[in-house]
T-cell receptor, first 112, second 114 residues
Framework: SQQGEEDPQALSIQEGENATMNCSYKTSINNLQWYRQNSGRGLVHLILIRSNEREKHSGRLRVTLDTSKKSSSLLITASRAADTASYFCAFSHSGGYQKVTFGTGTKLQVIP | ETGVTQSPTHLIKTRGQQVTLRCSSQSGHNTVSWYQQALGQGPQFIFQYYREEENGRGNFPPRFSGLQFPNYSSELNVNALELDDSALYLC?????????????FGPGTRLTVT
């Protein structure tokens, strides 16, 4: 399967702590994106990192990409209860149409 | 809010029936993708439409079909429904420019097949 794998599957932390989620994939990619999903509803785009970038920041989010290891990580700093959601990595493949493959997701719970 | 809408919100159908789900893209977007998300799983790519033509397809049987209209709204049709088709169906619109793009997702349609 070309699906991305995310680790951990679930994560429970205290408010104020940092949360780190990891994503691994198997194919060559154009870019990798992270999405957030609340309670099985629509996904919200968080951040996109291109294959020639190594690190990107957006507010409390930091994303790294290591194409040699085919892995990415999402760090949420100073977590809040409102960050409780499922987080998915998604990557678009090199060449052809813009198919996006999603990872298996990490369910984050931030305890107030 | 992303500007992408889907209808209906929830739907219950019986095995063997047919269903049509609808998606209205964000203004200016010419590409729409459909995904199936089973409970506890990541979204699975069904197919993508670009300027009214199917532009790519995932590992789904032909009973899953779609349409994109001139105003870039879209439909997903599923024939001969099976119990395993029960899932959240998501559409996402985007503007196809280059190799990096951002998808805007609708809230999804929850389909239950009994």
């Amino acid at each position: 399967s070309q699906q991305g794998e995310e680790d951990p599957q679930a994560l429970s932390i205290q408010e104020g702590e940092n949360a780190t989620m990891n994503c691994s994939y198997k194919t060559s990619i154009n870019n990798l994106q992270w999405y957030r999903q609340n309670s099985g509803r629509g996904l919200v785009h968080l951040i996109l990192i291109r294959s020639n970038e190594r690190e990107k920041h957006s507010g409390r989010l930091r994303v790294t990409l290591d194409t040699s290891k085919k892995s990415s990580s999402l760090l949420i700093t100073a977590s809040r209860a409102a960050d409780t959601a499922s987080y998915f990595c998604a990557f678009s493949h090199s060449g052809g149409y813009q198919k996006v493959t999603f990872g298996t997701g990490t369910k984050l719970q931030v305890i107030p | 809010e992303t500007g992408v809408t889907q209808s209906p919100t929830h739907l219950i159908k019986t095995r063997g029936q047919q269903v049509t789900l609808r998606c209205s893209s964000q203004s200016g977007h010419n590409t729409v993708s459909w995904y199936q998300q089973a409970l506890g799983q990541g979204p699975q790519f069904i197919f993508q439409y670009y300027r009214e033509e199917e532009n790519g397809r995932g590992n789904f049987p032909p009973r899953f079909s779609g349409l994109q209209f001139p105003n870039y709204s879209s439909e997903l049709n599923v024939n001969a429904l099976e119990l395993d088709d029960s899932a959240l169906y998501l559409c996402a619109s985007s503007l196809a420019t280059g190799d990096a793009y951002e998808q805007y997702f609708g809230p999804g349609t929850r389909l239950t097949v009994t």
